[in-house]
Nanobody, 119 residues
Framework: QVQLVESGGGLVQPGGSLRLSCAAS????????MGWYRQAPGKQRELVAS???????NYADSVKGRFTISRDNAKNTVYLQMNSLKPEDTAVYYC?????????????WGQGTQVTVSS
C-alpha cells in the first residue's frame, strides 16, 4: 500500500523559510521521479519541483532560485527547502511521483501540508 506523508508546513512571514518533508512507503523509492505540487484556494494543482532518483532537479519558473528539492533514497524521503517565501507561495503542498519503470504516476495523494506566507 502506497503512503505519502507530508510535513513541515506552517505560517511564515514574507522572506522567511520552511523545509517540507515527504516520507514515502510502499514503493521502490529510487525508481520514482518525485515531485512537489501545490494547490492554492481556487486554483489548480501545479508542479513546483521534481527530482530524479539520481538527483537531477527541475523547477517551475515561479520558484527558481528560491526553492531547492532534494531526496534521501535511504530514508525514502523527498524534501523541499523554501527560501524567500512570498504570499503567493501560500498553498497546500503535496508530493507525488512517477515510476521510471512503468511511467505511471502514483494513484493516491497524501494529506498535504499547509504553507501560509503572511505578515
Amino acid at each position: 500500500q502506497v503512503q505519502l506523508v507530508e510535513s513541515g508546513g506552517g505560517l511564515v512571514q514574507p522572506g522567511g523559510s520552511l523545509r517540507l518533508s515527504c516520507a514515502a512507503s510502499g514503493i521502490i523509492f529510487s525508481d520514482y521521479v518525485m515531485g512537489w505540487y501545490r494547490q492554492a484556494p481556487g486554483k489548480q494543482r501545479e508542479l513546483v519541483a521534481s527530482i530524479t532518483g539520481g538527483g537531477g532537479a527541475n523547477y517551475a519558473d515561479s520558484v527558481k532560485g528560491r526553492f531547492t528539492i532534494s531526496r534521501d533514497n535511504a530514508k525514502n524521503t523527498v524534501y523541499l527547502q523554501m527560501n524567500s517565501l512570498k504570499p503567493e507561495d501560500t498553498a497546500v503542498y503535496y508530493c507525488s511521483g512517477r515510476s521510471i519503470v512503468t511511467m505511471a504516476y502514483l494513484a493516491s495523494w497524501g494529506q498535504g501540508t499547509q504553507v501560509t506566507v503572511s505578515s
